[in-house]
């Protein structure tokens, strides 16, 4: 094998060979495809809601920890 088609192999298929794979498979096989493809959009959307309410949370943290700080700096204050 030359140098090009191991590079190939390591690559994988184009874009072009899985559509063209994909519309000559059966329709079952494309029904399948379609599902997976609607089961990845769906996990997608979950993933992007749990990085926003992660933010929120880390957000939230942060917001507690500075006022943490405010109320030791106040007892501090109040101690001196």
């Not at 501090?76 to 001196?80: C, D, G, P």
């Given at each position: 094998?030359?140098?090009q088609?191991?590079?190939q192999?390591?690559q994988?298929?184009?874009v072009?060979?899985?559509?063209?794979?994909?519309?000559?498979s059966?329709?079952?096989v494309q029904v399948?495809?379609?599902?997976?493809a609607l089961?990845?959009?769906?996990?997608?959307?979950?993933?992007?809601k749990?990085l926003k309410?992660?933010v929120?949370?880390?957000?939230h943290?942060?917001?507690l920890h500075?006022?943490?700080?405010?109320l030791?700096?106040?007892v501090?204050?109040?101690?001196?």
């Open positions: 094998m030359d140098r088609g191991d590079l192999d390591l994988g298929p184009t072009a060979q899985i559509l063209a794979a994909i519309e000559a059966s329709p079952a399948k495809i379609e599902a997976i089961d990845v959009n769906l996990l997608r959307s979950d993933v992007c749990v309410r992660s929120a949370i880390e957000r943290v942060s917001d500075e006022e943490m700080r405010t030791k700096a106040t501090v204050a109040i101690e001196t």
